[in-house]
């Protein structure tokens, strides 16, 4: 079983598309209130609230009450307060940071720990409100009232002319797939409704409901109350302690240090680690060692950078004893960098490569401007 598909708020649904419903020139489009809310969530800090999930089936309706903390992108608490879902009890908690997840059955008495020694951090839900805005027909359909709060109600449709796409969708402990090729779309009703709160534009409701002829497939309800956005989260909230008499069980590489500085790392690892020039508003946000085997390439030095100002928005430097690159790929392309010869790649995560001497060097950002040439160059062969 996969707790941390079933603890996460949002079913995975992906479709291809294009742009919206028009709407009356009297009130806001879909889109511009979906553009708001991106332009909001690029900017939080930390979010706590009450969160109800329902999920329906033809056969059963399974409901639960979480305590939710985060501070965007990387930094999440999950507490279950009540559950009539047998796979998630009440008791269960998930608290994730930068360094490691932790996941507690408390039916089971198993922790989950996995470490995320080399893991980038990127805002699910400020993904699929982009995703949204790019591949989905929006519409708006007025306001309602959630917890005493307005919101603007978003009708999305995925886009009819796509074919055989589908949704994956996680009910108890199974993954269902729907088909959505030509013939079915007229079978199948597909829809996801956000609730998005007129003061904050946050979401606080969000509805995704698959139905054939008027039979509920899946259904997934998450509202959120007692919304507070931000105003502070304990710093002890992303930490956990496992229950005394839990058995732990880890996955992934666990790091042989996490440090703060340059300085403080410098004397656990075999080479020089390299100082940046990096645009103003990046800051050092934390530095990962992990010992692999050679074949992984050796000790990994990975330098973490963040602007604090925008939420997900992050760019890392790794250090490697041998290369983990093949520059006879197609998908990499050979650029001259100040006369060391570099390699690119623009696979989601925009990356160059180079090998000096005895180390390999990469520079890799998810931000399409940042200026990943000029902080190679400023690298070159430390």
């Not at 922790?111 to 995703?131: I, N, P, S």
């Not at 886009?159 to 797939?177: H, M, R």
């Not at 790794?318 to 623009?346: H, K, M, N």
Request: aromatic share 8%; with cysteine; net charge negative.
């Amino acid at each position: 079983m996969n707790r941390r598909r079933i603890l996460a708020a949002g079913a995975g649904i992906a479709l291809a598309g294009c742009i919206s419903y028009p709407s009356s020139d009297a009130s806001p489009s879909g889109a511009e209130i979906v553009r708001d809310a991106i332009d909001a969530r690029r900017h939080m800090s930390t979010l706590r609230a009450r969160r109800s999930v329902t999920i329906e089936t033809p056969d059963e309706t399974d409901t639960r009450t979480e305590r939710f903390a985060s501070e965007p992108p990387a930094k999440q608490r999950i507490e279950v307060l009540e559950s009539t879902d047998d796979d998630v009890p009440a008791g269960s908690v998930s608290v994730t940071n930068r360094a490691q997840t932790w996941e507690y059955n408390p039916s089971t008495g198993i922790v989950e720990l996995q470490f995320h020694g080399t893991k980038t951090d990127t805002d699910r839900t400020l993904q699929v409100f982009e995703a949204l805005l790019e591949k989905y027909r929006l519409g708006y359909a007025g306001t309602e009232t959630v917890g005493g709060r307005e919101a603007h109600v978003i009708e999305t449709r995925p886009p009819l002319e796509d074919e055989g796409t589908a949704i994956d969708l996680v009910v108890g402990d199974t993954t269902y797939s729907v088909p959505l090729s030509a013939d079915k779309l007229e079978e199948l009703d597909v829809s996801r409704t956000l609730l998005i709160d007129d003061e904050t534009r946050h979401p606080i409701r969000e509805r995704n409901e698959v139905s054939d002829d008027g039979e509920t497939l899946y259904a997934q309800t998450v509202t959120y109350e007692d919304l507070a956005i931000d105003d502070g989260v304990d710093p002890e909230t992303f930490t956990y302690q496992p229950p005394d008499d839990a058995e732990v069980v880890s996955d992934g590489a666990k790091p042989a240090g996490i440090f703060r500085s340059r300085d403080a790392a410098a004397d656990t690892v075999p080479y020089d680690l390299p100082d940046p020039d990096l645009p103003g508003s990046y800051v050092l946000d934390r530095i990962t060692v992990v010992e692999r085997k050679e074949r992984y390439g050796g000790v990994t030095t990975t330098l973490w950078y963040d602007d604090p100002n925008v939420v997900a928005r992050e760019l890392f430097v790794v250090v490697r004893e041998q290369g983990r690159f093949d520059p006879t790929l197609d998908s990499l392309e050979p650029i001259d960098v100040d006369g060391q010869t570099t390699y690119y790649r623009d696979g989601g995560v925009k990356s160059f490569f180079w090998n000096c001497d005895d180390v390999s060097y990469e520079v890799s950002s998810l931000v399409t401007d940042d200026p990943l040439r000029e902080i190679t160059a400023s690298i070159g062969c430390s």
